[in-house]
């Protein structure tokens, strides 16, 4: 937790650096292609891009604490107004998303009453939802419960405003297509250990106690299994913003998938630099919980 903070520094100095020098001058994508020299270079002076690349970051990092992230190159607005309404919005879907597979994962890898049925119908979803890109899936969907059977709408954004239900019936393909691969993902890495826990002397004491099959795979295999399962949500999260970015824009969601895209295509570097902050700061929060939850779950990691 002590490191927290120097590592999210090492880690933007080290975005800022790598944008800088990729994108090139920023006065120069202010500017656009048409722009005179002599008015890169002025632009350089006004904002200090001629400094050191040392110099720019702390100036930078200065502003940032306080919330001042400067202007889109692209639209001239604030980036702080512009994240504001963006944020939101990417973490509820992404908070759906992960809830749902999640769920799924662990409760259809552990009824044994309908295992026979269910086995074969989990694993075949768990390799779908792997190997079929996020961007096929999504369209595959709005083609065929939008386009053919017209159950559902095809944007997926409308805001708490409208109503609840309406808000949440938008919301159905969008979350199906993002966690689809974190499913796949979490169905694997849980069965395998389910299977493996399901093999333990214990499991089978509680068996000869005559405790019910359903009992025993949700009170003493699931607990059991789960860990390797949240090690892996972690790992997953910088991949979630990865599928979180294509999802919006398959979908019309204004979320920060959505703004780093445009953000990309007109070279807005602001933009960028700090939704790629924000993804650090995410990837290693979530790390650190994911740990503290590993500790939680199994006492025996505490010192």
């Known amino acids: 937790m002590a490191l ?20 090139g ?5 202010m500017l656009g292609q048409d722009a005179t020299p002599e008015a890169i270079e002025r632009i350089d002076q006004q904002y200090g891009f ?38 939101p919005v990417t973490l509820e879907l992404s908070a759906w998303s992960i809830l749902l597979a999640v769920s799924a994962a662990l409760i259809l890898n552990s ?34 419960l939008s386009v053919r059977l017209h159950w559902l709408p095809t944007t997926g954004w409308v805001p708490w405003s409208e109503g609840a239900r309406t808000h949440l019936v938008h919301l159905i393909m969008p979350v199906l297509t993002l966690s689809a691969f974190y499913f796949g993902s979490y169905s694997m890495v849980y069965r395998a250990q389910y299977r493996a826990t399901y093999r333990q002397a214990y499991i089978r004491v509680a068996q000869a106690k005559g405790l019910s099959d359903t009992r025993v795979s949700f009170r003493h295999a699931l607990p059991n299994s789960v860990l390797p399962v949240i090690t892996y949500l972690g790992i997953s999260l910088g ?65």
């Open 50 to 87: 001629d400094r050191p690349i040392v110099m720019q970051y702390v100036g930078w990092l200065q502003r940032a604490v306080h919330g001042d992230f400067g202007r889109s190159y692209a639209t001239r607005q604030p980036v702080a107004a512009m994240l504001t309404t963006a944020i």
């Open 111 to 144: 009824i044994v009453w309908a295992r026979g049925i269910l086995g074969p119908v989990t694993a075949l979803l768990a390799i779908v939802g792997i190997t079929v890109p996020n961007f096929i899936l999504g369209t595959g969907l709005i083609y065929l």
């Open 4 to 23: 927290l903070v120097p590592s999210l520094v090492l880690l933007t100095f080290l975005l800022f650096a790598c944008v800088t020098g990729v994108l």
């Open 25 to 29: 001058s920023p006065a120069a994508m």
């Open 239 to 303: 991949q979630l913003m990865g599928g979180a970015v294509v999802t919006e824009n398959v979908f019309s969601i204004p979320g920060i998938g959505g703004l780093f895209v445009n953000a990309i295509g007109s070279y807005d570097f602001p933009v960028m630099l700090v939704i790629g902050m924000i993804i650090l700061a995410a990837v290693t929060v979530m790390n650190i919980a994911v740990d503290i939850a590993y500790t939680i779950v199994n006492p025996q990691l505490r010192t």
